[in-house]
T-cell receptor, first 113, second 112 residues
Framework: NAGVTQTPKFRILKIGQSMTLQCTQD?????MYWYRQDPGMGLKLIYYSVGAGITDKGEVPNGYNVSRSTTEDFPLRLELAAPSQTSVYFC????????????FGSGTRLTVV | GENVEQHPSTLSVQEGDSAVIKCTYS??????FPWYKQELGKRPQLIIDIRSNVGEKKDQRIAVTLNKTAKHFSLHITETQPEDSAVYFC???????????FGKGTTLSVSS
């Protein structure tokens, strides 16, 4: 039981490049989330999903896209990377029985130069 | 939408002292209030939570209190230890089909 797995752990992108942050969970959680963490700013919600085929925008969705084709996977896509997207990205999941009890992945540290 | 304010942003205490972190929320429909602890370079982890029909909850050295009328809740850590040093986040949950909204975090430093 690996929990929530995020890849890669670190990445440096050039401005304008694209990439996908991967997130997989093996706990049969129906809820999944993407947050970004900037120093002193806490955790800001980017996108979330309550089940396969359903996604919703969070507080800061601009510049990102998501998909949820399976219960296990919730990838986050950056199409045209900008320096403002330099951040630590956390994926999390939870079960509908206790939706506020998140299990977080280990995070992806992204730098856009 | 929901907005969660957290204070203070930094807190320094001596080992053995108590620490209190306070949060306020804006949406009166919010009904679950978890607290997460994030050690340096690690992922946040749930340490305690409280639901809106409960005024106080304790788990060993940590406790949470909730004042639903005033829309604020607090984390209390007693007999602090150096391993309590971390960033603490409060959050609010409104209903199924939504997501947690987090405060900006409090960096707690416990010196021995």
């Amino acid at each position: 039981n690996a929990g929530v797995t995020q890849t890669p752990k670190f990445r440096i992108l050039k401005i304008g490049q694209s990439m996908t942050l991967q997130c997989t969970q093996d706990m049969n959680h129906n809820y999944m989330y993407w947050y970004r963490q900037d120093p002193g700013m806490g955790l800001k919600l980017i996108y979330y999903s309550v089940g396969a085929g359903i996604t919703d925008k969070g507080e800061v969705p601009n510049g990102y896209n998501v998909s949820r084709s399976t219960t296990e996977d919730f990838p986050l896509r950056l199409e045209l990377a900008a320096p403002s997207q330099t951040s630590v990205y956390f994926c999390a999941s939870s079960h509908s029985d206790r939706p506020y009890g998140y299990t977080f992945g280990s995070g992806t540290r992204l730098t856009v130069v | 939408g929901e907005n969660v304010e957290q204070h203070p942003s930094t807190l320094s205490v001596q080992e053995g002292d108590s620490a209190v972190i306070k949060c306020t929320y804006s949406d009166s429909a919010s009904n679950y209030f978890p607290w997460y602890k994030q050690e340096l370079g690690k992922r946040p982890q749930l340490i305690i939570d409280i639901r809106s029909n409960v005024g106080e909850k304790k788990d060993q050295r940590i406790a949470v209190t909730l004042n639903k009328t005033a829309k604020h809740f607090s984390l209390h850590i007693t007999e602090t230890q150096p391993e309590d040093s971390a960033v603490y986040f409060c959050a609010a949950w409104r209903q199924a089909g939504t997501a947690l909204i987090f405060g900006k975090g409090t960096t707690l430093s416990v010196s021995s």
